[in-house]
């Protein structure tokens, strides 16, 4: 919370405060290390038009998003877009619109099973007003996952929600995907189950962009390995980049910070 604060007052000082948020917009440091934000990379990554996305755990589909702006900008992209919390499903189907290269999945993605899914109920503002602005990103199939945030401050605004899932490779089927340029996951915890019923031999996407910060250290070491083999591998902070070893834009993150995993 109180980094929270230092933001907000950031924002009050003209000059210094709006050269700090685009600082932070543009490089982000973690453990001393420095990076350029994800939708950076994307941006020196994704450059044609025929571009397909998916996006697993698309929340609104613009707070904190690394793609939003680029699929804005670029009007030839197409995007899945699977976001399993209602509100935040109909706030990312309004905020997009109903443009033909959009398509939207209301579903969990798990081994295709009923399951209890977690996640913020949307008034909790109004009781907690200094909220930042990703309370309600918190959706997750594991509680622990929210509750770590701001002190477990959330825990009275939890909602359980049974869910029946769909697996990946059913994603694919009902939405007629057989190439992916990228494959972005968000989910909470639930990264490394979702990425581990990809089948590289059916579907090989060019850059995965996938959360990592809340795996545990078993789980990390099996992304990467599971990935290894076939991408070029970054991490951003909180998240991981794979570039397929042979993607052609590859070499134009040369000049972009990360950290060379693999």
């Known amino acids: 919370m ?6 907000q007052s950031l924002k009050k000082i003209p000059v210094l405060g ?3 948020i685009l ?3 543009r490089f ?3 453990n001393g290390a420095l990076y350029d934000a994800p939708s950076i990379w994307l941006n ?3 450059n044609e038009d025929n571009v397909q996305i998916v996006q697993i755990g698309s929340n609104d589909g613009v707070n904190g998003d690394p793609i939003y702006n680029l699929i804005k900008k670029n009007a030839k992209w197409r995007a899945l877009f699977v976001e399993p919390i209602p509100y935040l499903f109909e706030r990312l189907k309004n905020n997009y619109g109903t443009d033909s290269r959009f398509s939207f999945e209301n579903v969990a993605i798990n081994e295709g099973t009923k399951q209890i899914f977690f996640s913020v109920k949307e008034e ?3 009781d907690l007003p200094n909220l930042p602005k990703w309370y309600d990103q918190l959706g997750s199939f594991n509680k622990e996952n929210i509750l770590k945030h701001l002190n477990g401050i959330l825990e009275p605004y939890i909602i359980e929600t049974e869910l029946l899932g769909m697996s990946l490779n059913e994603l694919f089927k009902k939405n007629n995907i057989s190439n992916i340029t990228l494959l972005h996951i968000d989910a909470e915890g639930y990264d490394w189950k979702i990425l581990s019923q990809l089948n590289l031999d059916y579907i090989k996407p060019q850059v995965i962009l996938i959360e990592h910060k809340n795996l545990t250290r078993i789980e990390n070491q099996s992304l990467i390995n599971f990935l290894r083999s076939e991408y070029l591998i970054f991490r951003l902070g909180g998240d991981l980049i794979g570039i397929l070893n042979n ?3 590859k070499n134009n993150v040369k000049n972009l910070n990360g950290e060379l995993i693999a």
């Open 23 to 25: 600082l932070n917009r």
């Open 44 to 46: 020196k990554l994704l």
């Open 247 to 249: 993607y052609e834009n």
């Open 2 to 7: 109180e980094i929270m604060k230092i933001k």
């Open 28 to 30: 982000f440091i973690k």
């Open 124 to 126: 909790a503002n109004i």
């Open 18 to 20: 709006k050269l700090l």
